[in-house]
């Protein structure tokens, strides 16, 4: 799975103006494309930084071993780059990745920080990516007297005719312009079109993929 094309953006931006330490080496951050997930932290030098701007997939410099590192080489759990960015120091870098098998941390986790008061826990999202989490927990592990397990209970019957009244709520509350009302109104129906998501096995991050591709 080798990416070919160069990044377009490598000649518009000075990346010489990168501020390496007394090792020659700049902190890199990877980063979720979708939902902004901080995958995990490595370094880069300039060479890795150069591989991976002709490759578009990320390189970094492994300090352990001394040697450039191509993430993915040998767990196959590529990051294909979408943007990179570098903060207003010059001294760190930010890589918004597709991170292919959706897996960065070698043991196996998501992101490399998992870990909370020694225990497991998943990274924190964007907030529509947290709620997606919470209702399909609540699909997988019912609760009594919870409004979400209720309407998955009643199925598309009930959740469609809940994302009926919640559209016609953000026409009126539209209509009368009122902000607050609107945010509102519009945080409803975000809910309940997510429960339908979940309810019909659709990821949310389908939902993101097809938004990307068309602003692209």
């Known amino acids: 799975m ?33 939902d902004g997930t901080v995958l995990m932290l490595a370094w880069m030098n300039p060479e890795s930084l150069q591989k991976t701007l002709e490759t578009g997939e990320v390189w970094y410099w492994s300090r352990s071993r001394a040697e450039l590192w191509h993430k993915g080489a040998t767990s196959g759990h590529w990051q294909k780059v979408r943007s990179l960015r570098y903060d207003c120091d010059s ?15 070698h043991t196996g986790e998501r992101s490399c920080f998992h870990q909370v008061d020694g225990q497991k826990l998943a990274p924190a999202a964007d907030t529509l990516s947290e709620l997606y989490k919470v ?14 397990c209720k309407l998955f209970a009643g199925g598309d019957n009930k959740i469609l005719k809940k994302i ?33 998501l979940a309810h019909h096995g659709v990821e949310l991050r389908d939902i993101y993929r097809v938004l990307q591709e068309r602003r692209q």
């Open 135 to 148: 209702i399909c927990d609540r699909r997988d592990h019912p609760q009594e007297n919870s409004y979400t």
């Open 164 to 196: 009926g009244e919640e559209g016609a709520e953000v026409v009126m509350a539209c209509k009368d312009g009122d902000k607050a009302q609107i945010a509102a109104e519009v945080a409803d129906l975000l809910y309940h079109t997510l429960v339908a």
């Open 2 to 34: 080798t990416v070919t094309q160069s990044i377009d953006f490598a000649a518009a931006i000075p990346w010489e103006q990168i501020r390496y330490n007394e090792q020659g080496l700049v902190p890199a951050i990877a980063q979720d494309y979708l």
């Open 91 to 105: 001294d760190a870098i930010l890589i918004s990745v597709e991170q292919v098998g959706d897996i960065a941390c």
